[in-house]
């Protein structure tokens, strides 16, 4: 076995053509009587290819909502390239799970909010309410995700240089040139419980799952506002919605409307999730 | 004769008297057309060998004498050594060592077989290629050795003799992303290694510890405070303006210095006269160029430092702020010449990757010429030999609201690791050159809470030299004058010419390519003169011995490394490998992989004409 150093397109996609054969799509005409949602076999907790991933069962809820057949075209590629690479090729119609406004494309009213949180072992009694906290500059191995909101703290209190090469290591140091790699959050999770890393920060409904089948009982806390007043600040909490094409008006409506009417249920996944979500911005 | 100075101490008089001698001697081996003790032949560096037997008359009388297989396959870069009748050969990953008596060559003298931790292969960022090796030839107390690195970080000395380990150390630590690849250098009683690892965080440097002992004697880093950088009270004084002080801390952003890369895996180069090795650091990190705001120095530097104390003379940036992964770690070669205003200089060469080939008055680091290494590098309109900057085209820059099309080279550069040669005689640079260009698509993807992804997609293919259509021309072989600045030949190659060059007294210059061949050129008009086609490509470079009065030239086989990732890891998207694989997607049809060494001589002529040598002889 040879380990794919570089990876372009996924293990799966092996072929020029990947970006079409990613997408194993169904019948190419969108009957309305299916919503064809675009999903990542990869994106655990949020998606995975046996649609054990809490915003499968979301879109399933919708979909049902809408009296229509939930039809999720799987891409074996991270999320990330969903938008890219299948609702703006018209392989799928429908994007869970994105930043609310996201200018690519027209989001739904957000469905829940929810934010980025400190995990740590419970027996280690951490509590940390300022980015100024002593605790944090002693700290070496903070697990977190590349280019998110911890990311970018971290490298304002002056703490990313010294801990990224403990980050290197939860991806086992591939080479980050030129492809998207992903933190596993399980992993993050894991390393906080067996006492490898000193605290994980990342976004709740990612780790939520994890946190709450550790066997080492473990906290989530949300983090503190950006309080270094310096440059801008740094968000983290993000409103989640469904996204469309931006010509796509009538999807929108008509996911719009089931969300409100699925709403009960949906807060039901989210807390079975173990989801802390936070009141929707006003 | 050295001079005993009365002023010394006992102590340091007999110390450096010991290293001068141990110095001396690797000297007198490399002056030997018997041996090849060393990557570059020689402290200059040049691959060059005096011997004439085979020569541009009879060279196409060149036939195989023997051969042998590692056993391993992926990408064989550098080339065996020959010291006192024993070739030592080297391996990728696992990093297999053999000793073949030449002699007779039948039963393998030694191997070492190291255990490794097999994550090294995972953290590898081109295929698990190793450059080779390195000779110290012993004080009468500590045997002779021979030093390897392993991909998992470690150097080892091994007796040269028996193969047995003297010590082993750890250089880099694979836990921290850092591998090794490089060769190491024996200088004095010095043994020097770099680092790999840029990308993955990893700060370089250089350093140097006893081959009798392993203890470290000093280590220079390319990033960060001056003490750590190791510059010597006149570190640039003969250049002000290419920086001095403060400046590793202060071209960066914030901390960004402490992973900003640097590393060296390439070659050195040694002036026993100037006592500075020579060498280049490599590219800053992150890749993403947006991320790291400044000169990033002293990253991308060809650096002049005094080899008993690591303490730099020089350091001049040949790419400030990087933003194609032109790695500067290439080979210095060195020559002395006389200058166009008829004054004899002391003379270092490099040919970058980033398509520029310097040459610097190696006693100070004056900048004397920066010539195109193809008229199609289009980054650079030209380098300001007053200022040594890069005056640049912002048409070929990478950013992120531009679509760079054809910029040249590619990140692959014009010329990567191979060790190419001089002659001379002739005033001549053999290069090896990869005629590569790229487009750089840069992309910004947003995903949740905030998050998002900016990479580039990487397309690369034939420069315009070559033929786009059919992904073929993708390199060339060069003869260069540095003085004159002028190319006294060049022919296209179907793929890049990785591996680098051997040049002889017998007019020749040999080379490996990618599709399999070893080939000798007339050196003085490039005319071909003879190939033969080996068992897979070549990543390394020929060398050339003569052992009981017959001259051989040895040449690794075993396609591999950065160009031929696609092939050895059976990939197809053209943009993986950073693009590599599309420009790289017709090597498949010709060659395969394969491991291993061949030997040839006129004739065939070998230890084997013998039919009694290596018989099983019953008692």
Request: proline letters at 5%; a neutral charge.
């Amino acid at each position: 076995m040879f380990l794919r150093v570089f990876q372009g397109f996924s293990r799966a996609g092996r072929c020029a053509g990947a970006l079409a054969l990613a997408f194993a799509a169904l019948p190419a005409v969108a009957a309305s009587d299916t919503l064809r949602i675009c999903a990542s076999e990869i994106e655990a907790p949020y998606s995975y290819k046996d649609g054990s991933g809490f915003e499968n069962r979301i879109a399933e809820i919708v979909a049902t909502q809408m009296g229509r057949k939930a039809d999720f075209v799987w891409s074996p590629r991270a999320a990330i390239y969903l938008v890219r690479d299948g609702l703006d090729k018209n392989e799928c119609d429908v994007v869970m799970g994105l930043d609310t406004g996201d200018e690519r494309v027209l989001t739904t009213r957000p469905y829940y909010r929810a934010g980025y949180v400190f995990v740590t072992r419970a027996d280690r009694e951490l509590s940390i309410d300022t980015w100024n906290d002593p605790r944090l500059k002693q700290m070496n191995s903070i697990a977190m995700g590349y280019a998110s909101s911890a990311e970018a703290m971290l490298k304002k209190i002056g703490k990313y240089e010294d801990n990224a090469n403990y980050v290197y290591s939860l991806t086992d140091f591939k080479s980050r040139r030129n492809q998207y790699i992903r933190v596993d959050p399980a992993r993050m999770v894991n390393e906080v419980a067996q006492g490898k890393a000193d605290l994980a920060i990342a976004f709740a409904p990612e780790v939520a799952r994890y946190v709450k089948a550790s066997t080492v009982p473990l906290k989530m806390q949300r983090v503190p506002a950006d309080d270094t007043g310096t440059g801008d600040p740094i968000a983290f909490q993000f409103d989640q919605s469904m996204a469309v094409r931006k010509n796509d008006r009538a999807l929108l409506d008509a996911l719009n409307a089931a969300l409100a009417a699925a709403a009960p249920q949906i807060q039901k996944v989210l807390s079975d999730e173990g989801i802390p979500v936070v009141p929707a911005a006003s | 004769m050295r001079k005993v100075l009365l002023t010394a101490t006992a102590l340091a008089t007999a110390l450096a008297s010991t290293l001068a001698l141990a110095n001396d001697k690797l000297v007198q081996l490399s002056q030997s057309e018997e041996n090849w003790v060393m990557t570059g032949k020689n402290y200059n560096a040049n691959n060059f060998s005096k011997a004439t037997q085979i020569n541009d008359k009879n060279v196409k009388q060149l036939r195989p004498a023997w051969t042998f297989s590692t056993g391993v396959l992926n990408g064989h870069e550098g080339t065996p050594l020959v010291v006192n009748g024993t070739m030592y050969i080297h391996s990728p990953f696992p990093n297999l060592t053999f000793a073949l008596d030449l002699a007779n060559p039948t039963r393998i003298k030694w191997m070492d077989k190291p255990k490794q931790n097999a994550a090294a292969r995972a953290v590898a960022c081109c295929d698990v290629v190793n450059r080779g090796l390195a000779y110290w030839p012993g004080d009468g107390k500590v045997p002779a050795l021979i030093f390897k690195t392993q991909l998992d970080g470690h150097i080892v000395a091994l007796n040269a003799e028996t193969g047995e380990t003297y010590w082993k150390l750890e250089n880099s630590d694979i836990r921290v992303g850092s591998t090794l690849t490089i060769a190491p250098y024996v200088v004095k009683d010095y043994v020097i290694v770099g680092s790999s690892g840029a990308e993955l965080g990893v700060r370089g440097y250089l350093t140097a510890y006893d081959v009798k002992t392993g203890e470290q004697k000093w280590r220079a880093y390319a990033t960060g405070p001056d003490e750590e950088l190791r510059l010597a009270k006149d570190f640039n004084s003969a250049n002000p303006h290419y920086g001095q002080f403060g400046l590793g801390l202060k071209t960066w952003e914030g901390e960004a210095w402490k992973i900003g890369g640097g590393t060296n895996w390439g070659w050195y180069a040694f002036d026993p006269a100037t006592d500075l090795i020579y060498f280049g650091s490599g590219n800053p990190a992150p890749w993403n160029e947006t991320m790291r705001p400044g000169d990033n120095k002293w990253t991308m530097t060809i650096w002049g430092r005094n080899v008993d104390t690591g303490m730099a003379k020089f350091g001049y940036q040949k790419t400030p702020h990087d933003e194609w992964d032109y790695a500067g770690v290439n080979v210095m070669m060195l020559s002395e010449q006389t200058d166009k205003a008829g004054k004899k200089r002391k003379l270092l060469t490099h040919p970058d990757r980033n398509g520029i080939i310097y040459t610097l008055d190696r006693e100070n680091g004056d900048l004397i010429s920066a010539d195109k290494l193809d008229d199609t590098v289009n980054w650079v309109k030209s380098v300001d030999l007053k200022t040594g900057l890069p005056l640049r085209d912002p048409e070929f820059a990478t950013r992120m609201d531009h679509n760079g099309r054809d910029i040249c080279p590619s990140a692959m550069g014009y010329h990567n690791q191979g060790h190419d040669s001089y002659n001379p005689d002739k005033q001549l640079f053999f290069l090896g050159i990869n005629h590569i260009c790229m487009d750089w698509e840069p992309f910004m993807l947003p995903y949740r809470a905030g998050q998002f992804f900016v990479g580039a997609t990487l397309n690369m293919y034939p420069g315009p030299k070559g033929d786009r259509q059919n992904y073929e021309g993708l390199g060339q072989i060069k003869a260069y004058n540095s003085i004159t600045g002028e190319y006294k030949w060049d022919k296209m190659e179907r793929f890049a010419v990785w591996g680098g060059t051997l040049a002889t007294a017998g007019n020749l210059v040999f080379y490996g390519t990618l599709d399999g061949f070893i080939k000798a050129r007339n050196a003085d008009n490039g005319d071909l003169l003879w190939k033969f086609k080996l068992p897979s490509g070549v990543i390394g470079h020929p060398m050339t011995y003569t052992h009981k009065g017959t001259q051989y030239v040895a040449i690794f086989y075993g396609v591999g490394g950065w160009p031929g990732i696609g092939l050895v890891q059976d990939l197809e998207d053209p943009t993986a490998g950073l693009g590599a694989v599309g420009a790289f997607k017709k090597l498949a049809n010709y060659t395969q992989m394969g491991g291993g060494i061949m030997v040839f001589s006129l004739d065939g002529k070998g230890p084997y004409d013998d039919l009694g040598l290596g018989e099983y002889a019953s008692n």
